[in-house]
């Protein structure tokens, strides 16, 4: 956009905008000038404004001579279905038959930076040469929870999926999950039935299940392609490719490769040697060694590039896997990256950025604070669609996991109680997780990380509860049974039941205002009809069965013939002041309500992990 065009959208005068510019040391030479990415996130910081820097991809611009600026770029492929279904196994038999093909070839060149990246670890993607010349990139980490988690923020990098499906297992809850997550991203796809060499295959009652479930097959007329294949024997494989190849011609596919990049972090880490190592794609432009650049909240100068095949490379465009080093910190996986001219404004709009994120998190902490006295109704039905019961810390080894952890968590609660993820960190779990679990009063989920003896000391110290599990279901068993048994968990934001301890009658009224000071205290005489009366406990003051004031009073206290009591038994003669409430007449009932944790129930699923059962709140 020009100047002119981003002060009419921001809705200032087109002055304001050439003030940030000239504050950046750029003044701009007219207003029909055009602005990156970068200076229009810093435009609408200092208007605050926020704003979401979104593709153009119409295909139309051209350059000066006429010659069109968007070039063909590959399609990127995610692979999806049930756990076990064979996605890992179909991953690793597309890279490393790619490797024996090139190397067939006469090339050496690998083809996968899986085995060979100097950091030992894999690139998040890779790329695949299918028959007849065309090149697919896959993403390396199968799951929909990443999938989905990457769209959410509205950085979806995938253009076509594939759904997994085992010709010996038939379609199952991930299946279904996996198909609606691909339905609702409106994402090209390829039905690939796997593990078609085993004995039970049965590939025809699979396509039938998945024509039941609602995906229009070819075989049962409808547009989606099946492919019967196995990664074991290499069955089918070249078609799968083909079929793939086909959906991502039919999307024509193109990005700009002349402006600076922008795009996508699929996974980060810290590495002991290296700093933040960073895998990524870009959806446009191109990024090399030595910009600057900026992913999620940091920033920092590319001082290695590598690409596809593990090898060092001066630069990488769209659809080109690529790890960076260089960053000052870990984003998250995710999180949009992008070149930007100078260090100055990599800076400023990855500063801006950790503010608007940490605004956001007080905010929402604070809505955590509110629940600590849920009074009434009112209060507590709006604090449960909060949905922020147990707030805790989630470390894994990598981000990408990370984010699929927090997913699974986020998937545990139910309207009532649930999870709420206060901090997603990647790495092993150190003192300062542990003072920030201490802090929010939750648990720290750890997934596939070291916690030394050190932390673990601080964590017990602390009180602070560390769950380390390796496989992803029994950490979702394990949080299963700690909101399962919350009450003997501390939590400072677990919703209570109420539960009425006993009733009184009010008979007569008595007027003592400014006998102490000035206040208002109107103390009401009872009977208690049921139960028991404890001053410590809550009341509520009821009418015609009503309750008079909307949410719970104090007592100011209790007496029985003068003498000020802590409690009172069933048919005693009470008089209780109700602190800060005038408003009581003979014929209204008193009762003494008191709080007790709630209890969540929780059930197993088919899919091995555990949910929360909703439950009323009484
Ligand atoms: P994921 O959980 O979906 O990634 O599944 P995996 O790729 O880990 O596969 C689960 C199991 O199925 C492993 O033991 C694989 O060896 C096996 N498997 C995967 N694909 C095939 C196949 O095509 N044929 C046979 N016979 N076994 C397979």
Redesign the pocket.
Known sequence: VTIAELARLLKCSPRRIETVLIDLGEPPASLEETVSADVIELCAVELGVDVEVVDDESPSATSADGTPLELPRRAVVA?M?????????????LRSANVADGEAGGITQARSISYWSPYDRHLGAFVVKCGGGGELTFLDT??HAAFSAMRRRGASVTDVAVL?C?A?DGVMPQTREAAAHILAANCKFVVAI?????DGADPSRVRDELHAMGIALESHGGDVQCVE?????G?GMEDLEMALFLEAESLNLTARRDCEGVGVILEARLDKGHGAVVTGLLRRGVVGIGEHVVAGTHYGRVRRLIGDGGVDVESCGPSEPFEITGLRGVPSAGDSVMVVATEERARRVATARADRIETARLAALSVGDDRQFIDDDADARAAESVNSDLCAIVKADVQGTAEAVRDSLLGLGTSSVGVKVVYVGVGAVSESDVALAAAIGGPILAFNVQVSNVVEKAAKDAGVVIVNRKVIYHLLDAVGELLGGLGAFSSRWFPYDREVLGEAEVRQVFDLSGRRGNKANMVAGCVVNSGSFSAVEKFRLLRDGEPVHEGLLDAQSIRRHRLEVTTVGKGTECGVSLADHADVKPGDVIQCVHFVKRKAVVEKVATGGARVVERQPR
């Open positions: 692979v279905g049930h756990v076990d279904h064979g996605k890992t196994t179909l991953l690793d038999r199968p799951g997994v085992a010996d796997t593990k078609c060499d085993r294949v196995s990664a074991m024997t069955q």
